[in-house]
């Protein structure tokens, strides 16, 4: 299982690629739960000021907030830029 580090930083190098939309794998309800990890870990980019402007589609509002969707429509800021810098450095550090 990937821990949210992990889901935000690999988020956070599509979305600088170019990556614009994010969306389940399928409609089943297995990968609409899969993707809940996913747009959780844009959520909280968004909310720590890692990017610029995100639109949540919610799928379902009862008991938890399901997302349906995530469309990125700014990038990465230099401090989502700095947070990669920084993960990228840790991960070399580690290996040598």
Same mark, same amino acid.
């Given at each position: 299982? =990937?821990?949210?580090?992990?889901?935000?930083?690999?988020? /956070?190098?599509?979305?600088?690629?170019? =990556? =614009?939309?994010?969306?389940p794998e399928s409609g089943?309800?297995?990968?609409?739960?899969?993707?809940?990890?996913?747009?959780?870990?844009?959520?909280?980019?968004?909310?720590?000021?890692?990017?610029?402007?995100?639109?949540?589609?919610?799928?379902?509002?009862?008991?938890?907030?399901?997302?349906?969707?995530?469309?990125?429509?700014?990038?990465?800021?230099?401090?989502?830029?700095?947070?990669?810098? /920084?993960?990228?450095?840790?991960?070399?550090?580690?290996?040598?």
């Open positions: 299982m =990937k821990t949210l580090g992990f889901i935000l930083e690999s988020v /956070l190098e599509e979305i600088g690629t170019g =990556k =614009k939309l994010f969306t089943t309800q297995e990968a609409l739960d899969k993707f809940q990890k996913i747009a959780k870990a844009i959520s909280y980019a968004d909310s720590e000021g890692l990017l610029e402007q995100c639109q949540f589609g919610i799928a379902d509002f009862t008991d938890r907030l399901i997302f349906s969707r995530v469309l990125v429509t700014g990038g990465v800021t230099e401090k989502g830029q700095e947070f990669l810098r /920084l993960r990228f450095s840790d991960r070399h550090q580690k290996v040598g």
